[in-house]
């Protein structure tokens, strides 16, 4: 347990290299691990997450070197190599892990058991574990929820429309087709972010992309790879919300990765009134890179177009924080996913903004939120790590200091977050709760 302590007042300056991407380094380690030869990834986030990912393939007999400095070299075992752990699979917060590790796991020859910690035991596995079974999976579930416990078996493709637009259960169902005897497709109602397309491209196997829909077939190869893993638009979010809105301030963001299906958040912050300029446009280990230059704006409040919404689900708790901060009214809808993240997002941010006195309509699938000066005061995380941040930043331009509580699950996807963000200005301050 920790606290952060951010007093108000201050801007964000100067240059700032934001960690890896923590949606890729999944994958890297995923694919790494089930592709023919060494794979070497630099870049890679380790934040706990991706540490828990990693775990799990040494205790399935894969060796790797690191992480080091983001270094991790993996001596892949190819897609059949893979074998039987002797101790339950802890995926601790991560909810990627565990439905990615689901669809692994669900095509092997032998059982496993995918646990995790309290708070990724109360998320809903059902959506992912809907498709699995239907591909010939078995899986127990309490409740569709962890722990997972899998037999794991032969399966066979399917052609699955997703009921909600979800980047993990359409790359958990890709990654269970490498192992089914028919072709699998999925197709999204809307975009979600591609990185599993991408490097399974990258790693050599043939898949099709058709609009909304994606296709691969059994018997393909995974080759090693040397790879790049762009700084992550997620953890990025945060400094666009505070330079944005505390005067003064003028940050430059090195390295991040703007894949399309991941720049919401720059769409509607730019849409808002944000000053946010791409530079140094460039190419990383197939994904889109910039250096992205941000500077104080006023930010007027809009109503958020729900095609943006699948586009920047994670970086709704920054977003929530720029709606409060803006002139008039933000209306947000269509983002009932934000109840099942590592919290309620849309209670949890509410009743925040709630504690520093603004007044918030809470609804179903989003929420109103009216813009005004933010008070001081304490407020409560419930461990989520971007719920953490985005009141971290809200403090810059506060009236007292915030207090935010349950803040040890940072490390999940950003470890290094109170260091740089004290570097670029931020008077944070970490104590033990």
């Not at 958040?265 to 190419?283: K, P, S």
């Amino acid at each position: 347990m920790s606290r952060y302590l951010v007093h108000p007042g201050s801007q964000l300056r100067g240059r700032l290299p934001i960690p890896g991407d923590k949606s890729i380094s999944h994958r890297a380690v995923i694919l790494g691990a089930l592709a023919e030869g060494v794979t070497e990834v630099e870049g890679l986030l380790e934040g706990a997450d991706v540490l828990a990912t990693i775990a799990a393939f040494r205790a399935m007999g894969v060796e790797m070197e690191g992480p080091d400095h983001g270094r991790l070299r993996i001596q892949g075992v190819g897609l059949h190599g893979l074998r039987a752990p002797g101790v339950p699979l802890d995926c601790g917060n991560s909810g990627t892990a565990m439905r990615l590790l689901a669809g692994v796991l669900a095509g092997q020859s032998f059982p496993s058991t995918l646990i995790g910690d309290a708070s990724l035991q109360r998320r809903p596995m059902d959506r992912v574990l809907r498709p699995l079974a239907a591909m010939g999976a078995e899986i127990i579930a309490q409740d569709g929820r962890a722990p997972l416990r899998i037999h794991g078996r032969p399966l066979r493709g399917i052609d699955y429309v997703l009921p909600v637009a979800s980047a993990q259960v359409k790359s958990a169902v890709l990654l269970a087709g490498l192992y089914a005897e028919d072709p699998t497709c999925v197709t999204e109602p809307a975009p979600t972010r591609d990185h599993s397309e991408r490097m399974l491209r990258g790693f050599g196997y043939p898949i099709e992309r058709l609009g909304a829909r994606a296709c691969l077939r059994q018997g393909g190869r995974l080759h090693g790879q040397s790879l790049q893993v762009p700084g992550d638009i997620s953890s990025a979010a945060f400094f666009l919300l505070g330079a944005t809105i505390a005067p003064g301030s003028d940050l430059t963001l090195t390295g991040v990765g703007i894949n399309p299906t991941r720049t919401g958040v720059i769409e509607i912050l730019t849409r808002m009134g944000a000053r946010i300029d791409l530079t140094a446009l460039r190419e990383v280990g197939g994904e889109p890179v910039a250096d992205i230059r941000v500077r104080h704006a006023p930010l007027q409040g809009m109503v958020i177009p729900p095609r943006l919404v699948s586009l920047a689900i994670d970086e709704f708790p920054a977003l929530f924080i720029a709606a409060a901060c803006a002139k008039g009214r933000t209306v947000i809808t269509g983002a009932e996913e934000l109840r099942v993240k590592e919290s309620d997002r849309i209670a949890v941010m509410a009743s925040g903004l709630r504690a520093l006195g603004v007044t918030v309509e809470e609804r179903v699938d989003g929420a109103v939120i009216h813009g005004s000066l933010l008070g001081g005061g304490r407020v409560e995380s419930h461990g989520d790590h971007r719920v953490a941040m985005a009141f971290a930043m809200a403090a810059l331009v506060a009236r007292d200091a915030i207090e935010i509580l349950d803040c040890a699950n940072v490390a999940t996807s950003f470890p290094n977050f109170p260091a740089l963000a004290q570097q670029a200005g931020l008077l944070l301050a970490v104590a033990d709760a």
